[in-house]
């Protein structure tokens, strides 16, 4: 299995990103996906989810600015994020939860 996160970056606070993970040796539609983040020091935390159906879950801290789909036909996966913070800062990884694998991670980085 292997999942390739990009799209990071530096952006203002207030601004956007998209970041994209694609996944490989998997069945990929029926696997549910989702978005975790870490900063140095701290755990990783839970940032938004979707099943194999299409069902949506966030974190309360970017309900509303973050949107997670998924492509099937491109095995990819998405995390719009909006209206960035400088607290959104944090090594970003996606990954299958249930199936407990994790992609390499890609940096956001929210400053003026």
């Known amino acids: 299995v292997q999942l390739q996160a990009s799209g990071g970056g530096l952006v203002q606070p207030g601004g956007s990103l998209r970041l994209s993970c694609a996944a490989s040796g998997i069945d990929f539609s029926i696997n549910g996906m989702a978005w975790h983040r870490q900063t140095p020091g701290k755990e990783r935390e839970f940032v938004a989810s979707v099943t194999s159906g299409g069902f949506t879950t966030y974190a309360t801290s970017v309900k509303g600015r973050f949107t997670i789909s998924r492509d099937n036909a491109k095995n990819t996966v998405f995390l719009q994020m909006n209206s960035l913070k400088p607290e959104d800062t944090a090594v970003y990884y996606c990954?299958?939860?249930?199936?407990?694998?994790w992609g390499q991670g890609t940096q956001v980085t929210v400053s003026s």
């Open positions: 990954g299958i939860p249930g199936r407990g694998h």
